[in-house]
């Protein structure tokens, strides 16, 4: 049996238990308030830095699109590039979310934010995320609902943020990938319960 195919098994094991560990209890939260936000015709904003930038995209294009008719009134804060390097070049990377949503956010809308090590460790640039840690600020100071979607024990969103779904997870790569699975998750559950209504 080669490494390879030793490392893809038990990769794949991992997966599969944490997967079974995300708490189903967390997604059905988020689901209650992207279904109230999509109801009241209320914006959802989705944020992550590097592979969770674009989880962001992903997340913010399928609940525009795939949960019903009309779709949720969702954006990614990554998307505009002009946009986002002007910040970041003016104002630093630190407020690349949290001056988007100084002009756009409305209370009641909703703000997931995506992230593997929910806003702790450190690197090269200092500390990770940190622009997750103020945007979520921001967006409860200005009346928002937050949902933070995390792996490894959650950092410091798993205690800012009203609703938390968290990959129990150490590892990056499993993180990530069952960061998908959540998003799908949700956007399916929220399609069915758009067309229960129908």
């Not at 979520?136 to 009346?143: E, F, L």
């Not at 129990?168 to 399609?191: I, R």
Request: proline share 2%; charged share 20%.
């Amino acid at each position: 049996m080669s490494d390879t195919h030793s490392f893809v098994n038990e990769f794949l094991g991992a997966v599969k238990s944490s997967c079974d560990k995300i708490s189903s209890e967390a997604i059905e939260s988020a689901v209650d308030e992207l279904f109230s936000a999509w109801k009241g015709g209320k914006k959802v904003f989705v944020i992550g830095n590097g592979g969770s930038a674009s989880t962001a995209t992903h997340l913010a294009c399928d609940l525009a699109k795939n949960v019903g008719s009309p779709g949720v009134r969702a954006l990614s804060l990554n998307d505009n590039i002009p946009l986002v390097s002007a910040l970041t070049n003016d104002n630093g990377f630190d407020n690349v979310f949290s001056e988007q949503l100084n002009v756009w956010l409305e209370k009641g809308d909703v703000l997931i934010a995506i992230s593997v090590h929910g806003g702790s460790g450190r690197d090269k640039a200092g500390a990770w995320s940190q622009n997750l840690i103020k945007a979520i600020t921001t967006a409860k100071s200005r009346g928002a609902t937050t949902i933070g979607i995390t792996g490894f024990d959650g950092g410091l969103m798993k205690d800012l943020v009203d609703v938390w779904v968290n990959v129990p997870s150490n590892d990056t790569f499993q993180v990530e990938a069952l960061h998908v699975v959540v998003h799908h998750a949700l956007c399916g559950a929220l399609k069915e319960r758009i067309e229960r209504l129908n």
